[in-house]
């Protein structure tokens, strides 16, 4: 397929023509205004001893216009944005669309876990508002695995576009900035959620604790 066939340049998960159909009027539309192409690629897996990077400037030597690639490999759990040329990065903002907290306060959860040092610790709460990792890392059934991934990657290639298209002061009629806002505002409740029920089972052990200890 030539990289300059379809905005949807490859798709082994979905096979959905509505989820192909948003993309592309997504896609035309940025290209017909910016002249930048922002390709979304959906694999089951990457090939053997390929890495994403590697594979991702494999298609990228293919590009004739600028070009943005957004990548995602199911199986190696592998998501990542590369550009045909490095002043694209400064059109939008990598790190938080792949970020893999959704709100500021995930990003410390997260950070309070995971963090090894303080300065670690500062970039991982300086990280947040993913518009991709935190839908992903939704469970999901195996027959609703399709819609969590087109969910995604739409919401992640259309956080993509939006962001070009604003550095570039440009208004796209297809912008869905308002819906990405409550995809992600839906995933942050679901978040907090945990985090209440947490605190509620933390409080309700202490307090079983407490009564055990005056028997």
Same mark, same amino acid.
Do not use: C
């Given at each position: *397929?030539?990289?300059?066939?379809?905005?949807?340049?490859?798709?082994?998960?979905?096979?959905?023509?509505?989820?192909?159909?948003?993309?592309?009027?997504? $896609?035309?539309?940025?290209?017909?205004?910016?002249?930048?192409?922002?390709?979304?690629? *959906?694999?089951?897996?990457?090939?053997? !001893?390929? $890495?994403?990077?590697?594979?991702?400037? &494999?298609?990228?030597?293919? #590009?004739?216009?600028? &070009?943005?690639?957004?990548?995602?490999?199911?199986?190696? *759990?592998?998501? !990542?944005?590369?550009?045909?040329?490095?002043?694209?990065?400064?059109?939008? !903002?990598?790190?938080? +669309?792949?970020?893999?907290?959704?709100?500021?306060?995930?990003?410390?959860?997260?950070?309070?876990?995971? #963090?090894?040092?303080?300065?670690?610790?500062?970039?991982?709460?300086?990280?947040?508002?993913?518009?991709?990792?935190?839908?992903?890392?939704?469970?999901?059934?195996?027959?609703?695995?399709?819609?969590?991934?087109?969910? =995604?990657?739409?919401? $992640?290639?259309? !956080?993509?576009?939006?962001? +070009?298209?604003?550095?570039?002061?440009?208004?796209?009629?297809?912008?869905?900035?308002? =819906?990405?806002?409550?995809?992600?505002?839906?995933?942050?409740?679901?978040?907090?959620?945990? +985090?209440?029920?947490?605190?509620?089972?933390?409080?309700?052990?202490?307090?079983?604790? $407490?009564?055990?200890?005056?028997?």
């Amino acid at each position: *397929m030539s990289l300059n066939a379809s905005y949807l340049h490859k798709d082994e998960l979905i096979y959905n023509p509505a989820f192909e159909q948003a993309i592309e009027k997504i $896609g035309s539309e940025l290209e017909e205004k910016s002249g930048i192409r922002v390709l979304l690629v *959906m694999l089951k897996k990457l090939p053997k !001893d390929v $890495g994403m990077v590697e594979y991702e400037r &494999t298609l990228l030597k293919e #590009a004739t216009t600028p &070009t943005v690639l957004l990548a995602f490999s199911e199986l190696d *759990m592998k998501i !990542d944005i590369l550009v045909s040329d490095n002043k694209l990065y400064e059109l939008f !903002d990598k790190e938080q +669309i792949l970020s893999p907290a959704a709100s500021f306060v995930q990003a410390v959860v997260m950070a309070v876990f995971y #963090a090894h040092d303080f300065d670690s610790f500062r970039s991982m709460i300086s990280n947040y508002g993913g518009t991709i990792a935190p839908i992903l890392a939704q469970k999901a059934k195996d027959n609703e695995l399709h819609s969590k991934y087109s969910a =995604a990657m739409f919401n $992640g290639y259309a !956080d993509l576009a939006s962001q +070009i298209a604003s550095s570039q002061n440009i208004k796209l009629d297809s912008d869905v900035g308002e =819906a990405n806002q409550n995809s992600i505002m839906f995933v942050k409740l679901i978040f907090y959620g945990f +985090i209440l029920y947490a605190i509620y089972l933390m409080f309700r052990r202490k307090i079983a604790k $407490g009564s055990d200890e005056k028997r």
